[in-house]
C-alpha cells in the first residue's frame, strides 16, 4: 500500500484507534527514534510522502529477540518493508503498527547527511543524495512534469498533434547555432544532433499537417552558464493559417493559465524587489524603434560591410564588448541583449525586429516603410522563454537567405547552419501561410521555481569530468 493509499484511513479513525486491515508498506527511513528497547519509531518516505511507523513489543508477533534483532539491523537510509495495521497515534497522527513483519530490502551503505546540502559539486555530480537530502530538488522536478503535461494539454485541446523528428540528422539546422557532430560507422557518414526540429515539422506542414507540434531535446555545442545548458528541452508548435497576433494571444493564455494551474495564482514571488504578474496583456516593445532612438541611426537601411561598421562603432561608443566574427546578426543581437532585455523583468514581447536576425522568418514592412521580421520573443525575468514568427514560405526568397549564412560561415561564423536545400525544395510543394512557435522548457521552470541557474531544473546537468592521472583510454579496476 502507498502512503497516499493510507491516508484515506486518517479521516476513517479517531485518536489512538486502529484498522482491521493488515497493510504492507515499503519505504526509505529516514529517521529511526528508540523510545526504549520495546518501543521504536520510524519515519518513512515513500515516493516524496512521508508516514510514521511505530514497531512496539507488545504489538509484534515473535519473541523479544526476534524484535531487538528486526530493529537492530534496521538503519538510517535503508529501504525497508513493514507489515502491520494502519491507525492512529493517541496524539492522532496516522501511522503503521507493526504486527507480523519488517525487512530490510535493500541498505544503505553511506551516511545521509541530516542537514541541507550546499557544496553545488557534490549535489550536482551526486544528484540522488542531493535529492534524498534536498526537498526542494524533487519538488522542482515535480513541477517540471506539470509544466510539460500542461503545454501538452493545451496543445492537444486545440487539435494540434504531436510527431517526434529527428534527432540525427545529416545537416542540423532551424537555429544558429554550433552543432555536436558524431559519425554513423553503418552508414560511413559524418552526422549532427540537432540544435531545433523546426525545418521537418514544417515540411510536416506541407505534408498537410495543418497542426503539429514536439517536446523535446535539442543539443547545441556552445558554453554553460545560468541560463544555457548544451541539452535543453523546447516545445515548439506550427499551425498553418496562422499569423502573430494569433501567437501573442495563445502565448498569454498559456502563460498565465499555466502560471495560475501550477502555483495558484498569476503573481509570483518577487524578483529583486518587484513581483512578476502574469495578467493580460503582457507589455510590448517595438525593437526597431527602441535600437534606433537609443543609437541614433536607421537600423532598418543598414546592410553590408557598412552595416556592420556603423554598428560596431555604435557598440564601442557604448562599451559593449563584441567579439568576432563580425556580422550584422550577431551585432544586433548582442545589441538588443544589453540595450532592452534587461528591462524586461515583467512578462514582455519583443516585435519588430530587423530582418538580418531573422533567416526564417517572414519579411514585412511596418507603418513607417521600414523592412522587418514578422517575429516576435517573449522575455520573463530577464529570460528569452518565447520565439516565434509567421514562417517564411517564398522558396525563393529562402535559398537568399540560406545563402547569406553560407556566406557568414565564409566569413567565420560557425554557428551559421549549412543551408538545407531539401527544405528549400519541400517549399516549392508549398508551405501554407504559417505561424511557428517555440518555447525554452528549462526557463519556464525556473522562473515559476525561482531557480537561478538552468542546473537546478535539470535531473542531471553536464558536469566538467573531475581531474584525473588515469588515461581516457584504461580503466582502473580499483575504480569499482
Request: hydrophobic share 40%; charged share 25%; aromatic share 8%.
Amino acid at each position: 500500500m502507498t502512503v497516499k493509499d493510507l491516508s484515506a484511513f486518517d479521516s476513517q479513525l479517531s485518536k489512538g484507534q486502529k484498522a482491521d486491515t493488515l497493510v504492507t508498506l515499503a519505504g526509505r527511513v529516514q529517521a529511526k527514534r528508540e523510545s526504549s528497547a520495546k518501543l521504536v519509531f520510524y519515519d518513512i518516505i515513500q515516493n516524496g510522502e512521508p508516514i510514521q511507523v511505530v514497531v512496539s513489543r507488545g504489538r509484534f508477533e515473535g519473541s523479544f529477540d526476534e524484535f531487538a534483532a528486526a530493529n537492530q539491523e534496521v538503519c538510517r537510509g535503508d529501504i525497508v518493508s513493514f507489515t502491520g495495521v494502519p491507525g492512529k497515534t493517541n496524539h492522532g497522527q496516522l501511522s503503521v503498527f507493526v504486527t507480523k513483519d519488517m525487512r530490510v530490502l535493500s541498505p544503505c551503505l553511506h551516511d545521509i547527511p541530516k542537514h541541507e546540502l550546499k557544496d553545488p559539486e557534490k549535489r550536482f555530480r551526486e544528484r540522488h543524495l542531493d535529492m534524498l537530502v534536498n526537498p526542494h530538488v524533487t519538488d522542482i522536478m515535480r513541477t517540471r512534469t506539470k509544466i510539460i503535461r500542461f503545454i501538452r494539454r493545451f496543445l492537444d485541446d486545440r487539435d494540434f498533434l504531436e510527431v517526434e523528428t529527428p534527432v540525427l540528422s545529416g545537416k542540423a539546422g532551424g537555429a544558429n547555432a554550433k552543432p555536436f557532430e558524431t559519425h554513423a560507422h553503418a552508414l560511413d557518414m559524418d552526422m549532427q544532433l540537432r540544435i531545433a526540429p523546426e525545418l521537418y515539422l514544417k515540411q510536416l506542414v506541407v505534408g498537410g499537417i495543418d497542426r503539429v507540434y514536439e517536446i523535446g531535446k535539442q543539443f547545441r555545442n556552445e558554453g554553460i552558464d545560468a541560463d544555457h545548458n548544451p541539452e535543453f528541452t523546447t516545445c515548439e508548435f506550427y499551425q498553418a493559417y496562422g499569423n502573430l497576433e494569433s501567437l501573442i494571444q495563445d502565448t498569454e493564455t498559456m502563460l498565465s493559465e499555466m502560471v495560475e494551474s501550477i502555483t495558484g495564482t498569476r503573481i509570483l514571488e518577487s524578483h529583486k524587489g518587484e513581483a512578476i504578474t502574469f495578467d493580460r496583456p503582457f507589455k510590448r516593445i517595438n525593437v526597431l524603434d527602441r535600437l534606433e532612438t537609443q543609437l541614433g541611426i536607421p537600423i532598418a537601411e543598414l546592410d553590408g560591410k557598412l552595416g556592420v561598421d556603423t554598428l560596431l562603432q555604435a557598440c564601442r561608443e557604448l562599451s559593449i564588448p563584441v567579439s568576432r566574427p563580425f556580422t550584422t546578426a550577431r551585432i544586433l543581437d548582442k545589441l538588443i541583449s544589453h540595450l532592452i532585455e534587461p528591462e524586461c523583468t515583467q512578462p514582455t514581447f519583443l516585435y519588430n525586429h530587423p530582418i538580418a536576425l531573422s533567416p526564417l522568418a517572414k519579411g514585412g514592412v511596418d507603418e513607417k516603410g521600414r523592412r522587418i521580421a514578422a517575429r516576435f520573443e517573449l522575455f520573463v525575468r530577464g529570460k528569452e522563454i518565447v520565439n516565434a514568427y509567421e514562417e517564411l514560405n517564398d522558396p525563393v526568397e529562402q535559398r537568399l537567405r540560406f545563402q547569406q549564412q553560407a556566406n557568414d560561415r565564409v566569413d567565420g561564423d560557425d554557428e551559421a547552419p549549412v543551408p538545407d536545400l531539401a527544405f528549400c525544395q519541400a517549399l516549392e510543394y508549398g508551405l501554407p501561410p504559417t505561424a511557428g512557435w517555440g518555447m525554452g522548457v528549462d526557463r519556464v521552470v525556473q522562473i515559476l521555481t525561482g531557480a537561478t541557474h538552468i542546473r537546478e531544473v535539470l535531473a542531471f546537468p553536464v558536469m566538467r569530468p573531475l581531474q584525473s592521472t588515469t588515461p581516457k583510454t584504461s580503466i582502473s579496476v580499483a575504480s569499482f
